[in-house]
């Protein structure tokens, strides 16, 4: 029986299938604590008054957290309280706007990156708006509102982070003046829905669709949005040679497009464009014991045993006291330790597997016996590589008691006890509340799904048969750069592949690794979605110039406050000039004149201080893209500006300076 699955008293049964939430990009791991809390400055006491003092007689480049407490606070009065009504309001936008001047420069190709030291001196270089307001410890309640925006385009589309924050920025920079002057919220409001909703048919209404059908023309968009994704990144220099690497990734996947079965490995060394593509598998060796050398390292179809199994004599006098009188006892139970290894060795070397895979130590007696056998072994594989090993697939398999099948899942009770859980099995304990009675069931991760090279991680070997062996073409160990990899390659069911990249410092291939994470999510956007529309401030110019002459057509306050958000559109094209050096105001007026004349597609030209047809030059972005960022910019900036109270819990200021990354993401191992 595998672990017990197929045990008379379960039936197992694919329920439904639920998408697992994507789990955080991977990079995100290695963003451990805030920046600013390292920061040499004190961190201000009260919200108001010391952080401008400060500034006035340092003479020096305010921290981002004095800059938001003064600028909250400048707008108002001395002595007028800031934490109701207009003032609020105010306050909560021009800590908005300060937000946005962090990550102002990052935009576009010629955008500048960020360099973001932690408190425990890690240094992390990104040009993504997520990124850097992840690692900036914001702590205005309002301003906090933007980094939620840039996290959430991260998460949905990956790509446009910045452009997200700048947009609810200037939205609300826009409406400042008509909120001081006592302008309802409520009308900003419906204008912005107005607004924003006029601006999502128009994009719907002017993308252009490629046809899937055609797979060369597909193609061809897919690399140009990737292109146009990795422009604005550090390794623009190489865009072309990582989109192709991209998009061939992103087309070797099944249809559900599972980010995590794109496997980046980061090997220090050698040039950029000496990264590659792998399709297949490819982890770095583990550690590995004696008598390892001995084994072969290329094996041509063999079966893998995927493995979940500790392959060492276990010191059993670190867990348990054992009293014995004499030698021969002693032997006794020496003997039973080496009879329980040999035993489970000898049943994987029976079930013809050639590499044997464990997620547990594989210690120096098993090493040697597959050795002498020309069997090939790996201990403490990490558990995302030998899930994608066998291509963990995400969907959710409910195990229901007998009896019940059928019932709507909720009702698909009883506790099935752990032991009986079965191999390679993961499961997610949840609770229900069905009639008033909180209930658990037991929610299976299939990992026993169908894989990459077939088989499944197997917790125990008494059951190694066939059916449970994955299989591959190749498996080779080789070497990259300094490293040893494990590579399975001509997987028949591999819908998985790995991307191995080479590089220079540490820091630069983490960028890298971002950057090609924002590429990769583009290119499954525009595969699922694929409408595409031009970039560059193209598309932004043109809503902007649809924007305005609506509200030509319309009287009273929502004219002025559509013909606000449209002049906020601008923000893109016009940031996009600053950070390239050009002279805005002139490219804008160029551009302006252009659309009006029914160019839909100008946008900034970036080579020749210019403006030019993006959509011929192939400045691609999925409308997606944009589609997202105006509705969560537009969003936030009326969440930000239907608050007008701030109300805290009186302990909350006095522990003002909250502790040193908050515990966030500390002690986490990488
Ligand atoms: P985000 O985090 O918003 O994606 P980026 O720094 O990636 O920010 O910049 C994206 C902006 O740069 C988009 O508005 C995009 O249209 C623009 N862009 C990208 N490539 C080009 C290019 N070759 N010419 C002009 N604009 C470009
Ligand atoms: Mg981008």
Same mark, same amino acid.
């Given at each position: 029986m595998v672990g017990g699955l197929a045990g008379d008293d379960l039936e197992l049964e694919f329920a439904f299938l639920l998408p697992?939430?994507? =789990?955080?990009? =991977? +990079? =995100? %791991?290695? #963003? #451990?604590? %805030?920046p600013l809390a390292s920061s040499p400055l004190p961190r201000p006491t +009260?919200?108001? %008054?010391a952080p401008m003092e400060a500034l006035r007689t340092r003479q020096m480049q305010p921290t981002l957290e004095e800059a938001l407490a003064a600028h909250t606070s400048y707008p108002v009065e001395r002595g007028t309280d800031s934490s109701q009504g207009i003032p609020q309001l105010v306050s909560n936008i021009s800590a908005c706007q300060v937000i946005a001047e962090a990550i102002r420069t990052t935009l576009g190709p010629r955008g500048m990156d960020k360099l973001l030291v932690d408190s425990r001196g890690k240094a992390t270089i990104s040009n993504d708006g997520a990124t850097i307001l992840k690692l900036l410890d914001v702590v205005h309640p309002a301003a906090k509102t933007l980094v939620d925006i840039a996290k959430s385009q991260d998460a949905e589309v990956g790509d446009g982070t910045t452009s997200v924050t700048l947009l609810a920025a200037e939205f609300l920079k826009q409406v400042k003046p008509y909120v001081e002057e006592g302008l309802h919220p409520q009308i900003i409001i419906r204008a912005f829905r107005t607004a924003t909703q006029l601006a999502v048919n128009k994009i719907k209404e002017i993308a252009v669709t490629v046809k899937k059908e055609d797979k060369v023309e597909q193609r061809k968009l897919l690399e140009k949005c990737a292109v146009t994704a990795l422009?604005?990144?550090?390794?623009s220099q190489q865009k072309a040679f990582f989109a192709k690497m991209v998009v061939d990734a992103v087309v070797m996947l099944d249809d559900m497009l599972q980010l995590k079965m794109i496997g980046i490995k980061k090997v220090q060394g050698g040039a950029l464009e000496e990264s590659q593509l792998v399709a297949g598998v490819a982890f770095k060796k583990t550690f590995s014991y004696a008598g390892f050398e001995m084994q072969p390292k290329k094996y041509h179809n063999p079966k893998i045993a995927l493995l979940n199994v500790e392959l060492e004599l276990k010191a059993e006098k670190d867990n348990a006291e054992v009293r014995v009188h004499t030698v021969k006892d002693y032997q006794a139970i020496v003997d039973a330790e080496w009879d329980i290894l040999y035993d489970k060795l000898e049943k994987i070397h029976h079930s013809g597997a050639k590499v044997v895979l464990s997620k547990l130590p594989i210690g120096d007696v098993a090493t040697q016996y597959f050795a002498d056998r020309d069997m090939f072994c790996a201990g403490r594989v990490p558990e995302e590589d030998l899930k994608r090993t066998m291509m963990f697939s995400e969907a959710v398999r409910v195990i229901k008691v007998k009896g019940?099948? *059928? @019932?709507p899942v909720q009702r698909a009770v009883g506790t099935v006890p752990e032991s009986s859980m079965g191999i390679g099995l993961e499961t997610r304990r949840q609770e229900v509340c069905w009639s008033g009675v909180s209930l658990h069931y037991w929610m299976i991760l299939p990992s026993c799904a169908p894989q990459a090279c077939g088989g499944s991680i197997q917790t +125990?070997?008494? %059951?190694?048969t066939p059916d449970v062996l994955g299989r591959c073409q190749v498996f080779e160990e080789t070497q990259i750069g300094g490293e040893r990899y494990n590579f399975f390659t001509g997987c028949p069911k591999a819908k998985t592949c790995t991307i191995i990249l080479r590089g220079g410092a540490e820091q630069f291939m983490e960028e890298t690794e971002r950057s090609l994470h924002d590429a990769i999510m583009i290119v499954r956007r525009a595969i699922k979605n694929d409408s595409v529309v031009a970039g560059g401030g193209a598309i932004e110019m043109e809503l902007s110039k649809y924007l305005r002459d609506y509200s030509r057509t319309i009287p009273g306050k929502q004219q002025l406050l559509i013909g606000a958000y449209a002049k906020a559109l601008e923000i893109i094209p016009r940031q996009l000039c600053d950070n390239a050096g050009f002279d805005a105001t002139n490219i804008l007026n160029k551009l302006r004149a252009r659309h009006a004349q029914g *160019?839909?597609? @100008?946008?900034?030209?970036i080579n020749n201080e210019d403006i030019a047809d993006n959509f011929e030059a192939f400045v691609w972005e999925p409308a997606m893209v944009r589609i997202n960022a105006l509705t969560a910019a537009s969003e936030a900036a009326c969440l930000i500006v239907s608050v007008d109270e701030t109300i805290k819990n009186p302990r909350s200021t006095v522990d003002a300076p909250p502790a040193v990354g908050r515990g966030r993401g500390r002690g986490r191992l990488h």
């Open positions: 697992v939430p994507s =789990s955080e990009r =991977s +990079s =995100s %791991a290695q #963003v #451990v604590a %805030a +009260s919200a108001c %008054a422009s604005s990144k550090l390794i019940e099948v *059928g @019932y +125990s070997v008494n %059951a190694l *160019g839909v597609w @100008y946008g900034v030209d």
